[in-house]
Each structure stands twice: as structure tokens, then as C-alpha cells.
């Protein structure tokens, strides 16, 4: 309950209490008035009623006459006359019928008519004692008057009363929602500076501190957001050519090398140059160094038009193009080019053509290809190239057997999509510092038959190649959603969507009917994996589905990152839970780097993972790097608590 | 039943000896009357103490005869002139300690001493009656043998009692006892205004 609600109810309820206290002794302090009144009409009546009767020197009929024609003026409950001995002489009684006011309040309030008492004599002689009590009648009418605009009048000032304290709690209370707006967006890790200090001293201590507080975690962001841009440029950067460097590919590469690459294959060109020693003693380091400057313009404008080209130099002289989904034809057609532009720059820097001069290697990779086979594979093509006239040379992938051809693949995703055969299974990821389970990640598998099933590198890749990739997403987020009561084994899941399902127009306005009506019943906390290649774009779409997903609670992780953005501005906007990169990502990142990424993520509460890690060796090497949270294979031979 | 009457005669005897060792005014207010009044004041209380010790086993009559010589004895002032106010109802100790008062004050102090010699308050009334003689209002202190005998009037003015038809001289109005009032309805400690009046007075032991 919030401190608003608390103080509310409270100086609500001691405002009703002090009301209903004053109402209560308000009309008791009436209610004893009109007895006491009552009391004193009977007195003033039994005093001169008695000296009238004394005038009737003992004769009881002369009192009697008197004594009704006072008791029929109305006003009196009973008049009685008692001798000495206190046996009755004459007695009038009347029974009220209180019909001028309800019966719960005859019922509530007790109204005692007292009874006043004077003596009677005639002459020197005793006659008795005369008994009169007033007729409550007229005070319980003029007691429910009374109640009633009482209870009138007290409700209209306890309405105002509550209307005015709301007023004034809420001018009170205004500067502490700012506070609370603040603190609530710090633990969101949202950082903002609160301009309008309040008056109160206790709050505006409070949201100095905070402001303080949020400048540092500021500063602290800003200055590793500097240092890690300062240590990409150093890291990822040729210092002459200005391209991208071996590091950076290599990097790059576990996102076009796996089962749910964009890409089934493409091409990697690896561009050296022959006779550079020959070339530095002939024209000199300067002009070589101009020469790798012009020929890496070269590269650049050759891939311009590429979509997800990398153009890195990975050696002194030797240039590798990555150009993932592109032919082998278009391929040695590019490389053509490229050799025919080098040969006119070399030209051009009067230099020998036979003496330097440009290889070519083209090696045709598949997306289930490692890294070091690419590599290897790429050499391979660049040596033979070496040894041909024209200087290109052209590799081509082994061509794996598959058991089953393109359409059938086809078929059996169609039709898995088409009955629901698809379960999730899941593997932990684990925080190695304390050994607990940070969330679980969710795979599918495909289901053939009760006993055996196709896993997701298995059936990932055919589906890719049909074009059935994001049918397959689309299937299971609906599966996810309409039935996650069938996940209870975790408290935290996390689902990673790739690039191409979240770009697909209708993808959008799927998810967010599928929010609307079950993520209330979500049976578990769930993690939305982005890509970081696509987050970091900050386009219309991706803040779509960012604006999506908060409204829903449901938090965002990153995966593949490999920090190669401009600015790390978008970490601050985005605020995901955590970053997964590879483990080689972090293993190859310098101290310096890797201590300006932990100085942006920590001010801003971001969890670093590492994934792909398969062996206890790297997980040392990651411990000793900072990196606590891993995910791979390493986590099933791991003792949790 | 033998052992029960022993029991109350016992009570009875235990009531009536502790009663007897109690003075009418007690020692502290007769020191406070003492320091207001001076010394004569006292002397005043110590001889109406002996007076009321002396008639304290005899007769009602007896006892009405001591203590209506005994204030009789005090000077008649107007309540104008003692207490500055038209009509004040003073207490015993007031009355005897600044040894005047008017007619109220002398019923007052006589029926508060009869009732200390056990004389039985419902045979006194304070009865009011006009002086055809002075042609004024004024009281009396009336005591009946029984509620129907005629009452004998112990008056200030005419200093002896007299049965109240010797009185030609008084026409008796209203008949009034506080106490008997009091009785009547115990809930209320309201009977009559004076009465009441008088009776906080006494309560404060307003001197």
C-alpha cells in the first residue's frame, strides 16, 4: 500500500472517529439538555401545582379538578397525588405514542422524563407529596429533529473535510511521487535527474542523494560507452586502411556459421598480395601503404551493394571478403573486378604488374562450416589461385549426403507445422558463482513418432532452405503462449526469435494478439532474445516490439553481440535483462574492453553471458575474465545447489 | 431469631454510641470557624455542642425547646446585610459563626440540630408563612407529632413554641422538606433550587 493510501485511511479514519465522537457527545450533550428541561417543567408545574392545591384545603375532589386541568393542558406523562403515608390519592396517567418519530430511534435513545416532586399542604397541615413527569413525546420529536441535522450537518463537513484532505495530501505528498517515480525508475535502471527539488527538507535530501546517485551511474555509462567505442576502433579496426580487422571477422562469423544462419551458405574471398617487399623497395612503405588505402576504397565500393558484406584485412597483405548468400558466379565475377581495379591502382602506383601482384581465393562456405574450416578452406583456394594464371581460384563446398532431399524435408516440416508436432526442451544457464540456474533456454525439437525426434540443428537448416524458418517460429510462439502450463518445470524461460520472423510484416500484430490475450496466463517469467545485430539498429519496428513486450512484463535479453556498435546508447534505452555473446567473444576482448562493457552493463544492471561453452578450461578462462554466467554444453556436468 | 435480634440490638447500641461521640461540629471546622470568626465563634459552637449534649436522651420536645432557645439567641440581620444578596440560605456554620442571619437561616440551624439529636427530619418542615403582623413573608420551622397531628412552630420572631393554631399571627403557605424530597426520587439530586443550594453549601462545609 502506498504511503498516500496509508496517511489517507488513517487521518481519514481520525477525522470520522473525531466527527463521529464529536456527533455522539454533541447529541448526548442534547439529549441530558431535553431531560433536563423536562425535569424543570415537571419541577416548575409539581411547585406551582402544589401551592394551587394547597389552596384547597384538603379537599380532594377541589385537587383532583386541579390537577386534570393541568394534566389535560397535554405536557404530562403522569401527575399523582400521595398522602403522608404514601398511599395514592388521585393519579393521571397517559401512554405516549411516539408516532411522530421512528421506533429504531425510541429504541435507540433511552429518554428519561424525570420525575419532579413538591410537597402538599393546606393550612399548617400535611396533604402529601405531588409526583409529575413531563411527556417525553415532544423531546423525542425534538431530539430526531435534532439527530437528524446533526447527522446532516456532520456528513456535509466530513465530505468536505475528506475532500479537503485529500487536496492537501495530495500537495503534500506531489514531491514524494516524484521521489518514488525516480527510485522506481532507478530499480527499473532508468536514469533520470529530478529538476524540481522539493520544498520538504527530508524529501529534498532524498532526491539530491538520488540525483547524485543517478549523475555517477551516468558518468560511469558514459565513460565505458567512450572507452569500449575508443577500444572497438583499436580492436576491430585496420589502423591504415581503416577496414575491419581478422579480430572483427572472426567475431562475425558465429552468426552466418550455424544451423539458423539467415544465409545456407555464401562466399569467403580472401584477396593477397604477392611481391609487397619487392614493391616497399621500389616505391617505399609510404606509397605501399597508400597503395593498401586506395585498394581498400576498392573493396569497399565492390561491396557496397552487398547486403551483410565484411570486408577485413587479416594480415599484412592479405584481405578476406565475406560475403554471405552470394553465388560462386557472382562471386568470380566480383572477383574479376576487384583483381582488374587492383591491377590498374598497382598500375597506377607505377609499380610491376608481374612483380606485384593480386590472388584471389574464393572459397564457397556452408552455414554448418567452423571457423577454422572456413579459414583453412579459404587458404586452400587462395594457394591454388596462386598457382593459376588467372589468379582466382574458386573451392567448393563438400556437399554433406543428405538422408533426405529438399522436398521431403519440406513436407515433414509442413506437416509438423500443420499438427503441432513440435516440443520444447530446455537447458539451464548457469550463474558459476554461487552454482544456481539463471533461467532456462527454450530449443524445440520436431516430433516424429512417440520415440524418436528431430532436434533443432537437424530440422533448423532443411527449414531454412524451404523457407519454413519463420512458419516454425510463428508455430511455437503460439504454441508457447496458448499452452505454457505444459513448461512448469522453471520459473524463468527465455525464447530466442531470429531476425528474419521478427522483420516479417505480420509477425508484429501476431505476437501482440497473442500478449493480449494469454500473457496474463503465463505460466512462467519469460525472456524475449533479440538479436543484437537488429536491436542496435533502433528502427520504428524493433521499438514496437520492445514497447510490446515491456507492457506485458515480459523482459528482453540480447544474443549474438559482439559490441560493434557505433554507440551503446541503445543498451541504456533498451535495458535488457542480460547480453550473450560467445565465449570466444569475451576469451579474445582485451581487459580494457572487457572492463568498459562491465562499466556500462553494471551501471545500468545488465548480466553478461557467455554461450558456447563446452569445456572446463574456457570456464576458467571466462571466470578469470569476470564472465560468471555461462550457457552450453559445460552446464550438464555442473553440481547445482 | 434470638441471635439475630442480639446482632441488631448490638448494631443498634454501636450506631447510637458512635453517633453520641460525634460532635455536631466537627474538630477541623470548628478550627477553620475558630480562625475566621475568632474565639467567641467557637466559644458559640462549644456552648450549642454542650446544649445538644445536654437534650441528647431527653423528649423530642425537650430537644426542640433547647435548640430553638439556643438560636433564638442570634441576632436577626437581613440577608442584605450579612451576605450582600436579597435572600441567601445560610449554613449552620455560617449562621452561628457570624452570629446573625434572618428567618431561613435560624430554620436552617434548627432543623440541622434536631436532626443531629435523632429527631426524625420527617416531622420537621420548612414551612413558609406570611406575618400578618410585619405584613411580610417569612418561615418557620414546623414539627409534627404525626403527619396528620397539628404542627408547633419554632419561629424567631415569637421566641416560645406554640402550636400552629395559637399562631394567629402567621397563614401558613407551603409546607417543605428537602430531605423528604430528596427520598422521593434518589436518582435526582435536584428537589428544590434553595434546597440544593444549601445543601452543596454544606457538602463544601462552606463557612
Redo the contacts between chains.
Sequence with gaps: MTLYKQTALLLSLFLLIILTTVLVLNFQSVNRGVEERL?EDA?NTATSL??SL?GANGDLSMMSTMINANFDSGNYRKIALV???NNPLYERVTESDLVVVPKWFTKLVALRA??????V?A????VG?L?IQSDSTYAYKQLYSILMDLLISFAIIAALSLAVLNLLLHAILRPLKEVQKQATAITKNEFIIQENIPYTKELSDVVLGMNNMVSKVKAMFDKGNEELKAHKELEYTDEDTQLRNRKYLIDRLPAYLKVDASYEGGVNMIVAFNGINEANERIGHQQVDKLFVAIAEIFRKSTRDINESIVARINGTEFSIFLPGYSESDAIKLAKSIQKSCFNAIDSAGLNQHETFVCIGIYEYNHKNSISELFSRSDNALAQAKFNNEHIHLEKTDTAVEVMGKVAWKQLINKAIEKSRFSFVSWAVVDIKNMKTVHHVLSINLILDKNSSYGYAQFMAPAIRSGLSCDIYKKIVTMLFNDSVSLLGASTYSLRLPQEYLQKQETYHEISELLRANASMLAFKLIIELPDRLVRQDSKNIREYIELFRRYSIDIGIFEFIGESEDYQYLKELRPSYIKAQSSYFLTQSDQSISSLRLITDSIGISLIAVGVSDMETLEMLREKGISIVQGKITETLELD | MFKLKVLLILSLLFTNITHADEPYVEDSLLEKISNKYKIYAKKRFELLQETLDNVRYKSDLEKLEAVNDFFNEVRYSSDIKVYGKSDYWATPWEFLGKDRGDCEDYVISKYFALKYLEVDYKKL?F?YVRSTKFKEPHMVL?Y?ET??S??LVLDNYNRKIFP??QRKDLT??????GD??DE??K??E??HKKWDELKLNMQRKKI
Design positions: 425535569y419541577k402544589s401551592l394547597g398522602d403522608v403515608e424525570p420525575v419532579a416532586f413538591a410537597n399542604s393550612g399548617w397541615s400535611q407529596i409526583h | 418542615f414551612t414546623t409534627f403527619p396528620k397539628e404542627p400552629a393554631s401558613p403557605i407551603y409546607n417543605f422538606n423528604i424530597l422521593a426520587d436518582k435526582n435536584k428537589s
